[in-house]
C-alpha cells in the first residue's frame, strides 16, 4: 500500500480528569516544550512546522507527544497537515490557575534576562 | 582521618534570582519530592530521616539534591543530622503565586483520588 494511502492511528488525547499533574510539570519542564506552549498561547491553532524552534523533525515529535499525552495540546490531522492547539480550557477546568501562573513565571524570567 | 572528623563540602544553594523555573518544574514533576515538599509546607524544618517516604537512602539524598539545586529545599548540617525547609519565600519573591498555585493543583488531584 503506498504511504500516502496507509492509515495514520488516532492520537490519543487523554480527559481532563485523567490529566496527571506530574506529567504536566514535566512536559512543561524543557525549553522547547515551553516555547511550544508559549507560541500556542498567540495562536489558536498552528501548523506543525511553523513553530519558532531549532529541533530535529523526530525531536520535535517527541515533545509534541510528551505535551499531548500530558493533556497540555491537542493535535489533529487535516490531510498531509497536523494541526495543534493548546488545551487551556482544559487546563484550567482541571488545574484552575495552573498554567497562566507557570506561564507568567517562565516570562518574568525572560524578561530579566533582557 | 576518621570518617567522623571528614569535613563534608558545604551544601550549594542557588540564589533566589538564580531559579530557573525549568528546574523548579522538573524538581516538582516526581512524587516523592512533591511529598518532601508537602510535608514542609506543613513544619517549618525538619530532619531528613522523618519524612513519609519509601525509598532508599541513597534515591532520598537524589530527591533532596534536585529540590535543594532548583532552589525549592534549603538544608543545613547541624552535628550528624541534616535538617531541610523549604525556601517558601524565597520562591515566592522569584515567582509570584507559583508554588502555591502547584500544591494546591496537586492536592485537588489527590481529594478527588478518595
Same mark, same amino acid.
Given at each position: 500500500?503506498?504511504?500516502?494511502?496507509?492509515?495514520?492511528?488516532?492520537?490519543?488525547?487523554?480527559? +481532563?480528569?485523567?490529566?496527571?499533574?506530574? #506529567?504536566?510539570? @514535566?512536559?512543561?519542564? #524543557?525549553?522547547?516544550?515551553?516555547?511550544?506552549?508559549?507560541?500556542?498561547?498567540?495562536?489558536?491553532?498552528?501548523?506543525?512546522?511553523?513553530? +519558532?524552534? #531549532? &529541533?530535529?523533525?523526530?525531536?520535535?515529535? @517527541? @515533545?509534541?507527544?510528551?505535551?499531548?499525552?500530558?493533556?497540555?495540546?491537542?493535535?489533529?490531522?487535516?490531510?498531509?497537515?497536523?494541526?495543534?492547539?493548546?488545551?487551556?480550557?482544559?487546563?484550567?477546568?482541571?488545574?484552575?490557575?495552573?498554567? #497562566?501562573?507557570? &506561564?507568567?513565571?517562565?516570562?518574568?524570567?525572560?524578561?530579566?534576562?533582557?
Amino acid at each position: 500500500m503506498p504511504r500516502s494511502q496507509r492509515r495514520r492511528p488516532a492520537l490519543a488525547h487523554p480527559e +481532563p480528569e485523567e490529566f496527571d499533574l506530574l #506529567d504536566v510539570l @514535566h512536559a512543561l519542564s #524543557d525549553p522547547t516544550r515551553m516555547t511550544i506552549v508559549q507560541t500556542l498561547r498567540a495562536a489558536p491553532e498552528r501548523a506543525c512546522g511553523t513553530f +519558532p524552534v #531549532d &529541533v530535529a523533525p523526530s525531536t520535535l515529535t @517527541h @515533545h509534541f507527544r510528551v505535551l499531548r499525552e500530558a493533556g497540555v495540546i491537542r493535535q489533529r490531522e487535516d490531510g498531509n497537515r497536523r494541526w495543534t492547539a493548546l488545551r487551556s480550557e482544559d487546563l484550567e477546568t482541571r488545574f484552575p490557575g495552573l498554567l #497562566d501562573a507557570i &506561564v507568567t513565571a517562565y516570562e518574568s524570567r525572560l524578561s530579566r534576562r533582557r
